[in-house]
């Protein structure tokens, strides 16, 4: 699911909630975000509704949603699960058992929030942040992690590419292939390699850019 499909899901999956706010849409379509934080707001006052209600169903449901949205590819839906839809339910007064509640990527990002909120961290995401030498699962293999841009590769001026190599895209997570010899382009279209011109980076600065090797 992309960012901008994230709102008509919810409103398809739930609803009821779209009878409660469909007069207010036409304020919250202009936000600068798109309308999806001002509607994630709202979700979240109305499971905690449901909640109160002794809705059960629907508010175990919207934690769901919310679980799935922490799982997507892309980073922007990502932070929409984490600072649009969780961080409204910081000031509830049963957020206390929410973690309870929560899928397992909800909860950790909760557990974030709140590190940030009580000023242990300096931002949200920082107790996650790869350090050289960790290894990560991604689709069923696992992966060193090398760092970030072409010092990452062993290389001071140009990126050295070769078939044991990964890059990551940071707005998609697409993983590249490093193989010199074939073309490749991520999900979003930002990471870009071509095989004839032996061009390879992305537009918004290679620092950007992850690398792994396949362990
Ligand atoms: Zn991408």
Redesign the pocket.
């Given at each position: 699911m992309h960012y901008d499909e994230v709102n008509d899901a919810l409103f398809q999956a739930f609803p009821s909630f779209f009878e409660v706010i469909e007069l207010d849409l036409q304020y919250y379509n202009d936000d600068y975000c798109g309308g999806q934080y001002s509607v994630a707001a709202r979700f979240v006052d109305f499971l905690e509704d449901c909640h109160s209600k002794g809705d059960d169903e629907t508010y175990r449901k919207g934690l769901l949603f919310i679980e799935q949205l922490h799982q997507s590819n892309w980073r922007d839906v990502r932070e929409l699960a984490t600072v649009g839809y969780l961080e409204s339910f910081l000031d509830w007064s049963e957020k206390d058992k929410l973690a309870n509640d929560l899928g397992d990527e909800s909860k950790r990002w909760w557990l974030e929030l709140n590190l940030f909120w009580q000023g242990k961290i300096d931002g949200i995401g920082q107790s996650f942040r790869l350090q050289q030498g960790d290894h990560i699962e991604h689709e069923g293999k696992t992966y060193e992690y090398l760092g970030k841009g072409l010092k990452a590769t062993g290389s001071k001026t140009i990126w050295r590419l070769s078939p044991e190599l990964y890059f990551k895209?940071?707005?998609?997570?697409?993983f590249m292939n490093g193989d010199p010899q074939t073309d490749d382009r991520?999900?979003?279209?930002?990471?870009n390699k071509s095989s004839g011109y032996g061009r390879f980076g992305i537009k918004q600065g290679d620092n950007t850019i992850e690398v792994f090797q396949r362990v």
């Amino acid at each position: 699911m992309h960012y901008d499909e994230v709102n008509d899901a919810l409103f398809q999956a739930f609803p009821s909630f779209f009878e409660v706010i469909e007069l207010d849409l036409q304020y919250y379509n202009d936000d600068y975000c798109g309308g999806q934080y001002s509607v994630a707001a709202r979700f979240v006052d109305f499971l905690e509704d449901c909640h109160s209600k002794g809705d059960d169903e629907t508010y175990r449901k919207g934690l769901l949603f919310i679980e799935q949205l922490h799982q997507s590819n892309w980073r922007d839906v990502r932070e929409l699960a984490t600072v649009g839809y969780l961080e409204s339910f910081l000031d509830w007064s049963e957020k206390d058992k929410l973690a309870n509640d929560l899928g397992d990527e909800s909860k950790r990002w909760w557990l974030e929030l709140n590190l940030f909120w009580q000023g242990k961290i300096d931002g949200i995401g920082q107790s996650f942040r790869l350090q050289q030498g960790d290894h990560i699962e991604h689709e069923g293999k696992t992966y060193e992690y090398l760092g970030k841009g072409l010092k990452a590769t062993g290389s001071k001026t140009i990126w050295r590419l070769s078939p044991e190599l990964y890059f990551k895209c940071w707005n998609c997570g697409y993983f590249m292939n490093g193989d010199p010899q074939t073309d490749d382009r991520c999900l979003c279209g930002i990471l870009n390699k071509s095989s004839g011109y032996g061009r390879f980076g992305i537009k918004q600065g290679d620092n950007t850019i992850e690398v792994f090797q396949r362990v």
